[in-house]
């Protein structure tokens, strides 16, 4: 029999659109205004942790599929301090194709 285990605390905020069929409005993903950088496929986190504790004036966005990596991303994002990142689980092709906005 398998064993349920339940989630671990969530640390960093993780972003979810009102509607996965418009484009993203950056006011109603980021509370603070600085400039956004996203980074797609962001793997375990560390150049996103990285990049975001040496760059506090820039809102960054990660983009991650998989659950594993998000949580790890979570974790270590708590650790190290970083209060500029949002993590969003989403295929990246969809995210691009339908939610970024337009420039």
Do not use: C
């Amino acid at each position: 029999m398998a064993r349920i285990r339940a989630l671990p605390p969530q640390y960093t905020k993780r972003f979810h659109p009102e509607d996965y069929f418009k484009p993203l409005k950056w006011e109603n993903v980021f509370e603070v205004k600085h400039p956004i950088e996203i980074e797609l496929g962001a793997g375990d986190g560390s150049f996103l942790i990285k990049y975001a504790s040496k760059h506090p004036e820039i809102n960054l966005l990660g983009i991650e599929r998989l659950l594993g990596r998000m949580r790890k991303i979570d974790r270590d994002t708590h650790r190290a301090g970083v209060g500029n990142i949002q993590l969003f689980r989403i295929e990246a092709g969809y995210f691009l194709k339908y939610l970024a906005p337009a420039r």
